[in-house]
Structures are given as C-alpha cells and as structure tokens.
C-alpha cells in the first residue's frame, strides 16, 4: 500500500515525514517530486575497486546548466532533505526524466525508516542531455510498514549514509567485511 498525498500530509503533520524544502505544488496524488540538487561528483578513478576508497570529484552545476554524458557515472543529489520515521520512502525518477533518458538511480531506490538526509542520485544517461540544478528529478512514495522497527537505520551505529549533506556521497562498500 502507497500512502495517498493526504496520508503524506498527515504524516508531515505528525512529524514522522519531514521534507525540507516542502512545496506543497509538488505534492502529487501519492508521490512527492523532489529536484537536483547544485552538486555533481564523478569518480577520481576509471576503475573502481569495491575493496578500497573510491575518492569522487565535486563541480558545481552551473545556472547555465551541465551536459552529461554515456558511458560516465554521475553522482548527484536531491535539492530536499527528506526524513522518514514510521515509513519506508522509495525514490524512483520521473516519467519526464526517464523520457530524457536519465536513470536516476542504479539500485538503490529504496530508503530505509529512519532515513534522515539528502538523496545520493546514481546517474547515468542514454545519450547527451542538459540538465539544471533545480529540475525536478524524481519522487518519493511511502510505503507503511508491518511491525514494530527493533533499530532504525539513523540509530544503527553502522549505517553509513546516515546524515547525508547536500553533496553526492560515494560508495562506502569498503567498509564492509567480505
């Protein structure tokens, strides 16, 4: 079950959705649009390695907007910082956005309860394509959860996307034992 735009108002109401900027124009029928954000990053290296630190490179979109393009993984970010304590939030892009050819995200559409910070995007492109910080990018939809939460994921002590800032965040999978 997706929580309807007066459910989502609801839940702003209670506390347990916080969407900063709000703007209630971009309220959907159950959905939320959220925008890009200012800043991109790419990563240092050509090759990655999950076992190491893969260091990315920040650059400000300009107001006169940036081209991307095939064959680069971009990270971006959305412009709101989203908080959500009683429902699991889900960023898929925009059906405006998929038709330019932009995916939004590669696997990692879903959010956790307990999320608290700014959207890392996972972009790539199917040909060039103009973008502009500010543009919508995606949507939110909520998903209510069945049982109690034992540890949300801003409370575990090894979340590590916790507090996201409104800059990309890059891969933390070397912080993981394998």
Request: hydrophobic share 35%; aromatic share 12%.
């Amino acid at each position: 079950m997706i929580l309807s735009d007066l459910r989502i108002l609801e839940e702003i109401e209670k506390g347990t959705i916080l969407i900063n900027p709000y703007d209630r124009a971009c309220l959907g029928s159950n959905s939320y649009d959220v925008h890009l954000g200012a800043w991109l990053a790419t990563y240092k290296n050509h090759q990655l390695d999950a076992k190491q630190h893969n260091e990315i490179a920040y650059f400000e979109i300009p107001d006169e907007g940036f081209v991307l393009y095939p064959h680069i993984f971009y990270l971006g970010v959305t412009q709101e910082y989203t908080e959500s304590h009683a429902h699991v939030p889900f960023l898929e892009g925009k059906s405006s956005t998929g038709r330019l050819g932009i995916d939004i995200h590669a696997t990692a559409g879903k959010g956790d309860v307990g999320f608290c910070g700014h959207w890392t995007l996972e972009i790539s492109v199917k040909q060039p394509v103009k973008i502009y910080k500010g543009m919508p990018i995606g949507q939110l939809i909520y998903f209510p959860v069945e049982g109690e939460i034992e540890v949300k994921y801003n409370q575990k002590k090894n979340a590590k996307y916790s507090s996201q800032p409104d800059r990309p965040i890059e891969s933390m999978m070397w912080k993981n034992k394998f």
